[in-house]
């Protein structure tokens, strides 16, 4: 598909080519992918496109100009550095996502191991640890099967979280997503979810975890999501 590309939606777009090719490494570091599965795409701010990793790419060939540039529609836009690639297989379903969440700025989708596990046995994660309740204000929903192919898996996504505090979603049976203001910040919640998925598989192991009384898990998500850190509401 043509669009046409001023000035300033280029500076744009190869801001976010950098930022979501650089992201990609972060998967590899936290031991969120293998081989080539995976994949990261941020929205384009002001414009209807985003950029996703090409299919089938390996980590450490990933770079700004193979990453493709797609409008909401999920198709590629033709001129453009990348556009040779075929983008990610799971590129429909990025796109429904953005098109039905205009809030979201980046979507992830790993496999990573305990967290799937979770979605292996189509179970949310109950909110068990303050971290849970910070990044996700509660438990880690499942969402339905879908397969890979089309946007059925971004209806899945969309449904779960639409209404749902947590930026995560277990799709049942294959694996994670997640979503943020902007691709770092789905990139974060991918890194979390696992993080708490596997502090809740050991806990289990061990015995049985006492779940977060609700009111704490409201006092947390507020006192994170509005006051930590260093740009706090």
């Not at 100009?65 to 799971?90: H, R």
């Not at 990573?112 to 949310?124: I, L, N």
Request: glycine share 10%; aromatic share 6%; proline share 6%.
């Amino acid at each position: 598909m043509t669009t046409e590309i001023t000035p300033e939606l280029a500076v744009a777009i190869d801001l976010v080519r950098a930022d979501v090719a650089l992201l990609h490494q972060l998967l590899v570091q936290y031991n969120l992918v293998v081989w080539t599965g995976g994949n990261i795409s941020g929205r384009v701010p002001g414009s209807d496109l985003f950029v996703i990793k090409p299919s089938g790419v390996e980590y450490p060939d990933l770079a700004p100009e193979n990453m493709v540039v797609c409008t909401l529609d999920g198709e590629k836009v033709a001129g453009l550095p990348g556009s040779a690639n075929s983008p990610s297989s799971d590129t429909a379903s990025h796109a429904y996502v953005y098109r039905n969440m205009p809030e979201v700025g980046g979507v992830v989708h790993t496999h990573s191991d305990f967290a799937t596990s979770w979605a292996a046995r189509g179970e949310p994660i109950p909110c068990y640890l303050t971290a849970q309740g910070d990044e996700f204000g509660g438990e880690i929903p499942v969402g339905p099967l879908a397969l890979i192919g089309d946007e059925q898996i971004g209806r899945g996504v969309v449904e779960t979280l639409t209404g749902h505090r947590s930026a995560a979603v277990l799709m049942q049976n294959h694996g994670v997503f997640t979503i943020g203001k902007d691709a770092k910040a789905a990139v974060k919640a991918a890194v979390m979810v696992e993080d708490v998925a596997r502090t809740a598989h050991y806990a289990r192991q061990g015995g049985t975890p006492i779940p977060l009384p609700a009111e704490a898990v409201d006092s947390l998500f507020d006192r994170y999501q509005n006051v930590y850190g260093q740009h706090a509401k």
